[in-house]
């Protein structure tokens, strides 16, 4: 166990042991949070890629080609998981509600693009993969071959993904308070029992993490302010 006298309480263990009746409000608030809590992660982590692929974006070199076929892989893949996909550990938490027509429908490009040329093999619409057989004739003898063209990168997605993700973020962060509120809610309202069964899964910080950094880091990131979440909420809610 840490040593400091604070103590830490592992939600997602608790969800599989507390009633899924009595508790149903509890253990979807815990869900959910979890779930914009990931795809915030998500989205920082393509943010990234995107950033350093502003910076090597016009270079014409072997490495800056193939680095950035990696990151916009990266970037594409990571953004369509966050906002897109719908998998069986998270809730979709409708990030494209912050979206206008036009974002939307750069968000539309981007998943077509992981569709239909990254996840899946296919030219997309604008031959981002461009392979033809050939058969050539020639003195030496005929035969077969495949010639293909491949992008690498494209400017346009990267710049589109940018988009996507300087609205995304914020209101995502948004959400982050709202629904850290209203977990901080169902944790008051818990019975005995829903509260002893969480009282029975104490987690150990520091021992999650293996970096002294880390270690001091997540004391600093959890100091936060209720008071400060009631006041970003209401900016939103005045934007929305």
Known sequence: MTKSPDKAFDLTAVVDQLDPTRDKNLIRAIKVFHAVESVGLDLRDAAESVKILHGIGRENSETASRVGSALLVHAVIIYSRATHTRAVQRFNVGVTRAYDRALKAKHAEIIDLRDKCMAHFGPGKDLWHDERVVYVERAS??????????????????????DLLAAAIPYVKWLEKDRAIELGSKLTEADKL?????DGHEFDIEAFFKTNELKSRVREEAAFSQDLWEAERRMWDGKR
């Open 141 to 162: 003898g005929n035969g077969v071959f495949l010639v293909h063209r491949r992008t690498n990168f494209s400017l346009k997605a990267i710049e589109d993904l940018g």
């Open 194 to 198: 829903a509260s002893a069964i969480i």
